[in-house]
């Protein structure tokens, strides 16, 4: 990009609105006195790779990508890192000088990261973690809890098939628990994930017995509308460490922006705000 070419970034998706990513983005450019924009753009399907190899010569050095086209990048991208390929999805691309387009994940990231941030004394060897949900945020929430070295992971999925499925690709270290008795698995868990949708803001509640819950436990929530899901808050009344899921959010861009732009930027309380503002 010549130097007189104001450098551009963006978040894809469909719908796309409701994105908090152009408010992160644009807080690290102004605190960091960089040129730039960050855009969200809603396209479709169709439109998506024509749009993604138009999108360099007009100025963008990479995008995000959301639901849902976080698969479908995979096939169009020139390059994919192994992490995305594990993950079975990308949420970042990195346009490149030669013109081809750079598939990474970054969500395996920012959930460790927002972990470490968020419960320091976190010891992620303490024992199995339970992980409700199979879909692509559990995909990257397991590479990167077995990358960590969590001994054992329980998983539970209201659609089984989609649990064992993912037992199947990354091995023995899963075990697969019906729904009816997710419950259970709290029991034995150090660490325990919500990836599923429930309990977000209009739709259905987590309804899973949280009763089994070891004090001490760290229990976090990708569900970050409400910031305090009623998981988080029984927990927290349960004696356990909690973490809502925004810092995931908040750390997952923080490679893609340093890829961008060139600068490593800070996820502090002035982040934070700026997402939810």
């Given at each position: ?21 152009p ?23 169709d ?18 990508i ?40 970054t ?166 705000a700026?997402?939810?503002?």
């Open positions: 990009m010549s130097e007189d070419k104001i450098p551009l970034a963006g978040v894809i998706g469909s719908p796309i609105s409701h994105s908090k990513s408010q992160i983005h644009m807080h690290w450019l102004k605190v960091n006195g960089l040129r730039g924009h960050y855009i969200p753009m809603d396209v479709n399907t439109n998506l790779e024509r749009v993604l190899r138009t999108l360099p010569d007009i100025g963008f050095v990479g995008v995000n959301t639901i849902p086209h976080k698969e479908k990048v995979l096939e169009i991208a020139d390059l994919v890192t192994d992490r995305a390929t594990l993950i079975g999805a990308a949420n970042t691309l990195i346009f490149r000088k030669d013109g081809n387009i750079h598939a990474d994940n969500d395996g990231y920012g959930f460790i990261n927002n972990l470490r941030q968020n419960a320091p004394d976190w010891d992620a060897t303490a024992g199995p973690a339970a992980i409700l949900g199979a879909g692509g945020a559990a995909r990257a929430v397991i590479t990167s809890l077995l990358d960590v070295g969590v001994p054992e992971i329980l998983i539970s999925n209201r659609t089984k098939v989609r649990a064992e499925a993912l037992r199947t690709e990354f091995g023995k270290r899963l075990k697969v628990v019906d729904w009816v008795q997710a419950g259970n698995i709290l029991e034995e868990a150090a660490t325990v994930v919500n990836t599923t949708s429930l309990g977000m803001l209009g739709k259905p509640a987590l309804r899973v017995p949280l009763d089994g819950l070891q004090k001490g436990a760290l229990v976090t929530d990708l569900v970050y509308a409400p910031l305090k899901t009623q998981l988080l808050i029984e927990a927290e009344e349960m004696g356990c460490v909690t973490v809502d899921g925004l810092g995931m959010l908040l750390h997952q861009a923080v490679p893609a922006f340093e890829r961008w732009f060139g600068v490593r930027p800070e996820v502090d309380s002035a982040t934070r700026a997402a939810l503002r």
